[in-house]
């Protein structure tokens, strides 16, 4: 499916867009009924988790999930969304169909059905959902080893950095201190995936801390 745009300028606020994702995940047919169990908005993307029942209370049978003890089966789905000249747009993908944008938290994965098929697309998608989670938000002092090498704009390369920050306006914004050369990056966080911890910030005594301890033991 292709992008759908709203021009009647419904969509505006987060909000908006929330309640939107909610109608969209939310509908009733002849046997069938869906609702919104959970969604969350990870930069423009917006992931849900739909549970789907059936009418006469009998257990949802499905080629792709696996009924739940409910008789329900929830499965998740992928909303691209951006906004072009004010107007609000989507498109939308159910979690089987492969989607590339695979950043879903995990407590909306584990809101999902079983799958039958453990090579399929879903699976897939949730494993890198999984994987995107699993990358360390690691706090200033933090000295770590990429899992490889990042190449920098003027060609050197760099693996061991420390994280700190720099100040723009009023704002902290995290970067890292190159270990070779004391200079500071920008990382994403796909870059970190794989990454070692060398030492933690915490584990590390404060100068203050130590001379208290030196000056108990003496």
């Not at 995940?25 to 992931?47: D, N, P, Q």
């Not at 696996?66 to 747009?89: E, K, P, Q």
Request: hydrophobic content about 35%; proline content about 3%.
């Amino acid at each position: 499916m292709g992008w759908l745009f709203y021009t009647d300028g419904r969509v505006q606020t987060y909000a908006d867009e929330k309640a939107e994702i909610a109608r969209l995940c939310t509908f009733e047919g002849e046997r069938r009924k869906t609702e919104l169990v959970k969604a969350c908005k990870v930069g423009s993307t917006w992931y849900a988790a739909a549970r789907v029942t059936n009418l006469d209370g009998t257990a949802v049978e499905d080629a792709t999930y696996v009924t739940d003890a409910d008789g329900s089966i929830t499965f998740g789905a992928v909303f691209l969304t951006r906004y072009d000249d004010g107007c609000w747009g989507y498109k939308d993908m159910e979690e089987s169909a492969g989607p590339n944008e695979s950043r879903a938290p995990l407590g909306l994965i584990e809101l999902l059905s079983d799958l039958k098929d453990p090579d399929s697309y879903a699976q897939d998608w949730r494993q890198r959902c999984r994987d995107w989670a699993a990358i360390p938000d690691y706090e200033e002092g933090d000295k770590i080893r990429l899992a490889t090498p990042v190449t920098l704009t003027d060609g050197s390369t760099c693996q061991i950095v420390t994280a700190t920050h720099y100040k723009r306006g009023r704002q902290k914004r995290r970067c890292y201190r190159i270990e070779e050369t004391g200079g500071l990056v920008r990382l994403s966080k796909a870059t970190l995936a794989g990454s070692e911890l060398l030492s933690s910030a915490k584990g590390a005594a404060s100068p203050v801390l130590a001379e208290f301890l030196a000056r108990q033991g003496g």
